[in-house]
C-alpha cells in the first residue's frame, strides 16, 4: 500500500525515555514495557477521533476555520473522503497509535438523498476496511452524527418528528452494519441534541421514553446481526442544549435500570463533560467503576477558566494516576474500551506538527500517570488505609449491617447498650495528598 507522505517531515513517533529533548519523542509511552504485568499498549488502547483530527478545521463563532490541511481539495466529495484515508491511517501509523474512532459523517458526506448518503458511507467502509488490514489499526468505537444537520435542531431521537425518529433508526442501523464490517469493539450514543432548550415547549416525558425505546431498538438490531461490541453512553451535561437528558453517570444509569436496558450498556466518560456536571473527571469515574459500568474513555481537558468544552489536549498527569487507580482496580482495565482523545489542537497551532505535539502530549500524560499508578498500587499503602478506614464494617455489628442481618431495633439496642459511638478516626486528607504527591 502506497501511504501519502504529507508528513514526511515529522519521524515515526518512539520512545527516548524522560530525559529526551526530542518533541517528536515519547517520554513515558513504551508500548510494550509492561505495567503491573501488562504491555502499557493494552491498558491504554489509545485512540485518535477522526472527527477533531481530520474534520476540525477550529472554526468558532467569531470567525472561520484556520486549520488549512494541505491534502483537503476544499469539498465534502466522495473522492475527497477516500483520498482522506490515507492521510489518516498515515498519520495514525507514524504516531503509533493502534485505533481509531469515528462518526459516519466524519468519514463519508451525506448524498443526494439518503439512499445515496447510504452507498457513500458504505464506499469509504470498504476504503477503512483495506487500510485496517494493511496497518492493523482497529476501531475503537464507531457512531452516528445525528445532531449537526438542521434536520436534528430539535433532537435526534427525542425529536418532536417521528420522520426524525426514523431517519435516526437508518443511521444507527447503518453504522452498526459498518462497525461490525470494521471489528468495532464498541459503539458509542452520545446524545448531541437530546436535551431541551426550553420546557415551555418540551414533553420531557415522552422525550425520554422515545430514547429508551431506540435504544431498546438498537439492541435488538444489534443482537440480529450478531454485532458483539460494547455499547456505550456519552454522558454530557449541557452543549449544546440546555439541559442534555444523559447529564452524568449517575443520571444515565437511572436512566438504564428505569427502561431495563443497563445489561446493554457501559460508559463512556469525558473529562471535559465530567466538568461541565460539576463533578471532578475521578467521580465520574468512580461512579461507574462502583457498579462495573466503565467502559472507555474520551480524554480531553477544559479550561478551569471557561465553562464550556474547549475539548484541550490532557496534560495533567497527576489527575491521569489518580483516574488509573480507579480504573486499574477492574483487573481487566478498560476491558474493550480505551482512551480516545477527543480533544483539538487550538485555533492558532496551525501546522501538521501541532497533530504530533498534541497527541504525543496527550498520551505521554496518560502513560506517566500509569507508571504514577502502578507505583502506588504496588506500594499498598492508600489501598490499606481506605481499607482500615472502614474497619468497623469487617467485624461485629458492622458486619451483621453489611450482611443484611440487623434491624432498627437490633441497632438501637446496640448503640442504647454502648452509650456513645466509639471516636472516629482522623481521615487524614492532607497525610493522603502529601503520600499522593510522593508517587508524582
Ligand atoms: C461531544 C463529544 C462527541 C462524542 C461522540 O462533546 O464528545 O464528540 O464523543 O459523538
Ligand atoms: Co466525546
Excluded at 446524545?191 to 414533553?203: A, I, K, M, Q, V
Excluded at 458483539?228 to 449541557?238: D, N, S, V, Y
Excluded at 504530533?356 to 500524560?365: L, Q, R
Aim: charged share 25%; glycine share 8%; net charge negative.
Amino acid at each position: 500500500m502506497a501511504l501519502t507522505s504529507w508528513f514526511d517531515a515529522i519521524p515515526a513517533i518512539t520512545y527516548e525515555g524522560p530525559e529526551t529533548d526530542n518533541p517528536f519523542a515519547f517520554r513515558w509511552y513504551q508500548p510494550d514495557e509492561k505495567i503491573l504485568g501488562k504491555p502499557m499498549k493494552d491498558w491504554m488502547r489509545n485512540a485518535v477521533c477522526y472527527w477533531h483530527t481530520f474534520r476540525g478545521v477550529a472554526l468558532d463563532i467569531f470567525g472561520p476555520g484556520t486549520l488549512a490541511r494541505p491534502w483537503e481539495d476544499g469539498s465534502n466529495s466522495l473522492d475527497m473522503a477516500l483520498k482522506r484515508t490515507d492521510v489518516v491511517f498515515d498519520f495514525l501509523t507514524r504516531l503509533g497509535v493502534e485505533y481509531y474512532c469515528f462518526h459516519d459523517r466524519d468519514v463519508a458526506p451525506e448524498g443526494a438523498n439518503l439512499a445515496e448518503t447510504n452507498r457513500n458511507l458504505w464506499a469509504v467502509a470498504e476504503k477503512l476496511k483495506q487500510l485496517q488490514a494493511a496497518t492493523k489499526v482497529k476501531l475503537l468505537w464507531g457512531t452516528a452524527n445525528m445532531f449537526s444537520h438542521p434536520r436534528f435542531s430539535q433532537g435526534a431521537a427525542t425529536s418532536p418528528n417521528a420522520d426524525v425518529f426514523a431517519y435516526c433508526a437508518n443511521s444507527v442501523k447503518e453504522m452498526l452494519d459498518v462497525s461490525k464490517h470494521l471489528g468495532g469493539e464498541n459503539y458509542v450514543f452520545w446524545g448531541g441534541r437530546e436535551g431541551y432548550n426550553t420546557l415551555l415547549n418540551t414533553d420531557l416525558k415522552r422525550e425520554q421514553d422515545h430514547v429508551a425505546t431506540f435504544f431498546h431498538l438498537a439492541v435488538e438490531y444489534a443482537k440480529k446481526i450478531g454485532f458483539k461490541g460494547q455499547f456505550l453512553i456519552e454522558p454530557k451535561a449541557c452543549e449544546p442544549t440546555k439541559h442534555q437528558y444523559d447529564f452524568d453517570a449517575a443520571t444515565v444509569l437511572g436512566f438504564l435500570r428505569k427502561h431495563d436496558l443497563i445489561d446493554h450498556f457501559k460508559l463512556n466518560i469525558e473529562q471535559n463533560h465530567a466538568t461541565l456536571a460539576g463533578h471532578d473527571f475521578c467521580h465520574e469515574l468512580a461512579v461507574c467503576a462502583a457498579e462495573g459500568k466503565l467502559g472507555s474513555i474520551d480524554s480531553n481537558r477544559g479550561d478551569v477558566m471557561n465553562g464550556w468544552d474547549t475539548d484541550q489536549f490532557p496534560n495533567d498527569y497527576r489527575e491521569c494516576a489518580q483516574a488509573w487507580t480507579i480504573i486499574l482496580a477492574n483487573k481487566n482495565g478498560l476491558g474493550t474500551g480505551g482512551l480516545n482523545y477527543d480533544a483539538k489542537v487550538r485555533r492558532d497551532s496551525y501546522d501538521l506538527e501541532d497533530m504530533f505535539h498534541a497527541h504525543i502530549c496527550g498520551i505521554d500524560t496518560w502513560a506517566r500517570g500509569l507508571r504514577i499508578a502502578a507505583k502506588i498500587i504496588e506500594g499498598k499503602k492508600l489501598a490499606k488505609f481506605v481499607k482500615t478506614r472502614y474497619a468497623s464494617y469487617d467485624k461485629g455489628i458492622g458486619k451483621e449491617i453489611e450482611s443484611g442481618t440487623t434491624d432498627f431495633e437490633k441497632l438501637q439496642a446496640y448503640i442504647l447498650r454502648k452509650g456513645e459511638v466509639a471516636p472516629n478516626a482522623s481521615a487524614r486528607q492532607e497525610y493522603l495528598e502529601n503520600l499522593f504527591n510522593g508517587y508524582c
